[in-house]
């Protein structure tokens, strides 16, 4: 006997919807993702993870829980990442420092790039140059000068780890003058040290909380690193309007990654559920709180081809100063 039309409409419906329910079921395991920040709580990092979790979750239709591990320069929250089944229940959040410059500087980083899958760039970051509030220089000019003076006695400067992109950056930086390097595990303890007084100065990632301790006269932020002004900070000089370090621009992104082997159709959801929260207005307003930009929309193609291209900048950086894993 034939079924009415209305009743085998209402049939194949239900198909559809036990077809669709099951493919998500498939591709969601329903146990939480965990995003991987490598560096303490309350620094730049952490603030960009913070803004993407909740989002990201309801893209992907799971939780998403942010993890903190800071040390070796990021790198030990990679290596968990990469120790952890590659089933994508584990993102990483990184950035040059961690996978490319990482086991350049320290050889007991067994990790290399090609070990990781850039799913997604998700912020582009602007860098600036921060003083303690009393180190007497308005300007890198002056930092410079100031630099040259004390060579019986260096100026000290911090950064996120030997072998990080801040470091590099300065020892690029520092033809003919001495400086005194001080590692820390993250961002906000480097800044607090800052602010404290204990460190002279750093190369950081311009961040919500620094312009709060800069507005509170707690320290100064003198000049950012990118080839123009950002949009975001269009009253700070870069380092290249002065004289003393012409051509000198630098800026760092942000990316979710997954281990190279985890299987492609999570990597596409994945993909498509991080490409649909940086569309989210509320995300955006949220990064550009944080003086960061989101990432234009990038293919998986494109978004290896980018990893790829900036892996082989950051080797050629760190053969030009002559970086040996230590």
């Known amino acids: 006997m034939l079924l009415p039309q209305s009743l085998r409409r209402l049939f194949v419906f239900a198909g559809l919807l036990a077809a669709s329910a ?17 560096y303490p709580a309350g620094g730049p990092s952490d603030a960009i993870a913070r803004i993407f979790n909740t989002p990201l979750g309801q893209a992907l239709g799971q939780q998403v829980l942010v993890e903190n591990l800071g040390g070796v320069a990021g790198a030990l929250g990679a290596q968990k990442v990469l120790a952890a089944p590659a089933d994508g229940q584990y993102v990483f959040q990184g950035s040059p420092n961690e996978v490319i410059l990482s086991p350049l500087a320290n050889a007991a980083v067994k990790l290399k790039p090609e070990d990781f899958r850039l799913v997604h760039p998700v912020a582009d970051a602007v860098m600036v140059f921060v003083t303690r509030k009393d180190l007497g220089v308005n300007s890198v000019d002056e930092l410079v000068a100031l630099a040259r003076k004390s060579a019986a006695k260096p100026l000290t400067y911090g950064s996120v780890g030997i072998g990080s ?18 590692p820390y595990k993250g961002n906000a303890p480097l800044l607090q040290d800052i602010a404290g007084g204990q460190v002279d100065f750093a190369v950081l990632v311009y961040s919500a909380s620094m312009g709060a301790l800069a507005e509170q006269g707690r320290l100064k932020v003198i000049a950012q690193l990118g080839a123009q002004r950002s949009e975001l900070l269009k009253n700070l000089p870069t380092v290249s309007e002065g004289q003393a370090l012409k051509n000198f621009s630098y800026k760092i992104w942000t990316g979710f990654m997954v281990p190279r082997s985890t299987p492609e159709d999570v990597v596409q959801r994945l993909h498509a559920a991080i490409g649909k929260t940086l569309q989210d207005p509320a995300v955006r307003s949220a990064l550009a709180a944080q003086t960061q930009l989101a990432a234009a929309p990038m293919s998986l193609a494109d978004s290896a081809k980018f990893f790829e291209a900036e892996t082989a900048r950051y080797r050629a950086i760190a053969r030009q100063i002559n970086l040996q894993p230590q």
């Open 22 to 38: 099951a493919a998500f079921a498939q591709g969601a395991s329903g146990k939480p993702v965990n995003l991987m920040v490598p």
């Open 165 to 182: 992109l801040y470091h590099l950056i300065l020892e690029q930086a520092q033809a003919g003058i001495q400086l005194a390097h001080v």
